[in-house]
């Protein structure tokens, strides 16, 4: 029976709403993140709400941490059926103000991350046919500004996501990507950015979201079960994406006069 999955990022947000959603149909999860608290949190409400399993501490950016974690997964639950890479970090700033490093750190954990979790988990998810979880963001098909190095990270997610779809079909392990917009999350906890103006602009984006990450851990669990690929849980995102494969220009004007109203406030707040 197939109810062992592995979670990264799993101590808080979206990451803790999915370890939730498939606790309730009595899954056992493989917990891990780089905060040790909000593990334990979790596990402790994925038990009251019906599921089990284990936590252990694990920096996406180590591959020997995340074998390590693979190797417990065989241990303690015999394997694994499903995996979600969900660990992320938010950032932003326009191009010119990004540093080097400012790159280096969001590709290491937002891309690098996900390849490593896919790579280190391969084995065991060709073992029990299982399914990869990808989540990226809308930002991957979207590109909105100042936010150029998160943009290309998870675009790289949602590339990597295709490339194993048709990969590993004929392994039978099944592969899906998640493109959530801003919803309400602590994304913004671990925010790195050049400026604070940015930061408040990227909070006004995440508080004006109908949606909480339950919502949509509940929508992936329904997108999942149907076997879609790509999953944009955000009505909008859906609009946005489909307007966007008809009149890309049109999509690109838009997002160009927000870079503009974003220069201007940023201007405006350093007076």
């Known amino acids: ?12 947000g979206l990451g803790r709403e999915i370890a939730l959603r498939w606790a309730r149909e009595g899954w056992r999860l493989a917990l891990s993140d780089v905060s040790e608290p909000g593990l334990q949190e979790t596990l402790r409400l994925v038990r009251e709400a019906g599921g089990d399993g284990f936590v252990q501490r694990c920096d996406v950016r180590d591959y020997s941490q995340l074998t390590a974690f693979a190797q417990a997964c065989e241990v303690k639950l015999g394997g694994v059926d499903v995996i979600v890479n969900n660990a992320g970090v938010a950032s932003g700033g326009f191009f010119a103000e990004l540093s080097l490093e400012d790159w280096d750190w969001q590709i290491a954990i937002n891309l690098m991350g996900v390849v490593k979790g896919c790579k280190a988990f391969l084995p065991l998810l060709e073992k029990s046919k299982g399914r990869i979880i990808n989540i990226a963001s809308m930002a991957a098909l979207m590109q909105g500004p100042a936010m150029s190095n998160y943009n290309v990270a998870k675009a790289g997610v949602v590339a990597l996501s295709e490339s194993l779809l048709v990969e590993l079909k004929q392994q039978e392990v099944g592969v899906h990507v998640v493109c959530p917009s801003f919803f309400q999350t602590n994304l913004l906890d671990s925010f790195r950015g050049p400026t604070p103006a940015m930061k408040a602009q990227v909070g006004k984006l995440l508080e004006s979201s109908p949606i909480s990450a339950a ?26 994406w489909a307007l966007k494969q008809k009149n890309p220009q049109l999509l690109y004007d838009e997002m160009a006069s927000m870079a503009d109203k974003m220069r201007a406030k940023a201007q405006a707040v350093r007076g």
Not at 234 to 239: F, K, L, P, S, V
């Open 215 to 240: 919502d949509i851990a509940d929508y992936i669990y329904q997108q999942v079960a149907e076997g879609e690929f790509m999953i944009l849980p955000h009505e909008q995102g859906r609009m946005a």
């Open 1 to 12: 029976m197939q109810n062992r999955m592995m979670i990264t990022g799993a101590g808080s």
